[in-house]
């Protein structure tokens, strides 16, 4: 096992995540406890010693699962990490009770990491609020003992996370941080990445494999990248990349952890030609993807929207979506804009049109948008 140093302790490069244990008859919330316990034991048997859960993984049923298992293994032995699960508005006034009952759940008196749960623009304001007390309460736990390390998740851009780190950065230890080769440019993990490093901060790293997307390759990008299994491939790419740490993988089964513990057996970051040849099977996976927009976030459509809409960060969004065939973040993001600077509120004009170097069509890029949006709620 790769181990990477954090302070005065000694993590292992491969943590086990529990946000996609196995479960029954496809039951999210019903979680094949006996498939997980084992799952469990190999991992502190070949020394992966970092174990990650949270309020909401599972339908609350995580923590409760992962305490049990974790329960049959010496305290000292592992590190477990929880959140305070402000992704939902609603728990922004209830920082105490929810910590307490996750101590609980997990069946521990202190958790060795504590997050911020993924600070994004839906809640930044909220995870600012001083009224909310969430900071502070989570910093005196940490002083009393029952937080050992405080950190923070994020899936929000790289000016939210600029925005919390300004306000909290001195207090936070470490980032987790959506993070893989396709990401690297996509979702501009690559700055992001950059962003916590100079700050002076390791890297967690969260979606290693896009959730499940890089383990079964477009049949173009596996042609590139032969001799070498796809997984292997994109955790290789997370031991080239400056900062990381601790690498969050959430095996679903006894195989796919069987095969994470033979890659992080080694240290083996990637060759420029072999970062070369993956950044190539990452263009080979958008293109085999749904259709993307292609903006350069030139803005040179904003000063002609007569409804003030930030054009290039909606079509960063509707790529995201379109591209991951749905999922929280773009409907996570727009929940923080007013309905009239929504993808909606788009009149199509053309304005836009008329100054995009790329030609993109950008009002029914809009009306596209605001159908899926629809469709999905």
């Given at each position: 096992m790769i181990y990477k140093k954090f302070q005065d302790i000694e993590l292992s490069n491969l943590a086990m995540g529990a946000m996609?244990?196995?479960?029954?008859?496809?039951?999210?919330?019903?979680i094949d406890e006996a498939a997980a316990f084992e799952m469990v034991d190999l991992a502190m048997a070949r020394g992966v010693n970092y174990y990650d859960t949270a309020w909401g993984y599972h339908g609350g049923n995580s923590e409760l699962v992962m305490g049990r298992a974790l329960a049959r293994h010496p305290r000292?032995?592992?590190?477990?990490?929880d959140k305070f699960p402000g992704y939902d508005l609603a728990n922004m006034d209830k920082v105490e009770e929810i910590f307490e009952t996750q101590l609980?759940?997990?069946?521990?008196?202190?958790?060795?990491?504590?997050?911020?749960?993924?600070?994004?623009?839906?809640n930044i304001d909220g995870y600012l609020d001083e009224r909310f007390g969430i900071h502070k309460y989570l910093m005196e736990q940490k002083r009393n003992g029952r937080i050992r390390h405080l950190g923070f998740s994020s899936h929000g851009s790289?000016?939210?996370?600029?925005?919390?780190?300004?306000a909290y950065g001195e207090d936070m230890e470490f980032c987790q941080l959506q993070l893989n080769y396709v990401d690297w440019?996509?979702?501009?993990?690559?700055?992001?990445?950059?962003?916590?490093?100079?700050?002076?901060?390791?890297?967690?790293?969260?979606?290693?494999?896009?959730?499940?997307?890089?383990?079964?390759?477009?049949?173009k990008a596996a042609a590139l990248l032969g001799g070498m299994p796809p997984v292997e491939w994109a955790y290789r790419f997370l031991q080239s990349v400056p900062g990381v740490t601790v690498v969050l993988s959430g095996a679903s089964s006894m195989e796919q952890?069987?095969?994470?513990?033979?890659?992080?057996?080694?240290?083996?970051?990637?060759?420029?030609?072999?970062?070369a040849l993956l950044m190539r099977a990452a263009d080979e996976i958008m293109k085999a993807g749904a259709e993307t927009a292609p903006c350069t976030a030139c803005h040179y459509c904003v000063s002609h929207c007569p409804q003030g809409l930030d054009i290039p960060w909606l079509l960063e969004l509707y790529n995201e979506h379109v591209f991951t065939g749905g999922g929280f973040i773009a409907p996570m993001a727009l929940s923080s804009l007013a309905d009239d600077?929504?993808?909606?509120?788009?009149?199509?004009?053309?304005?836009?049109?008329?100054?995009?170097?790329?030609?993109?069509?950008?009002?029914?890029?809009?009306?596209?948008?605001?159908?899926?949006?629809?469709?999905?709620?």
């Open positions: 996609r244990l196995p479960v029954v008859d496809g039951n999210d919330a019903a000292e032995k592992f590190y477990l990490a609980k759940k997990c069946g521990v008196e202190y958790f060795d990491f504590y997050l911020f749960h993924n600070v994004c623009e839906l790289l000016e939210v996370i600029e925005r919390f780190l300004d440019s996509f979702q501009k993990a690559k700055e992001k990445a950059e962003l916590i490093h100079r700050r002076g901060l390791p890297i967690w790293v969260m979606e290693p494999l896009r959730g499940g997307l890089l383990a079964n390759l477009p049949e952890m069987k095969e994470n513990l033979r890659i992080f057996a080694e240290d083996r970051p990637l060759t420029d030609d072999e970062q600077k929504k993808p909606s509120a788009c009149v199509g004009c053309r304005s836009c049109e008329q100054v995009c170097p790329q030609q993109i069509k950008i009002s029914e890029v809009m009306s596209k948008f605001d159908a899926l949006l629809n469709e999905k709620k």
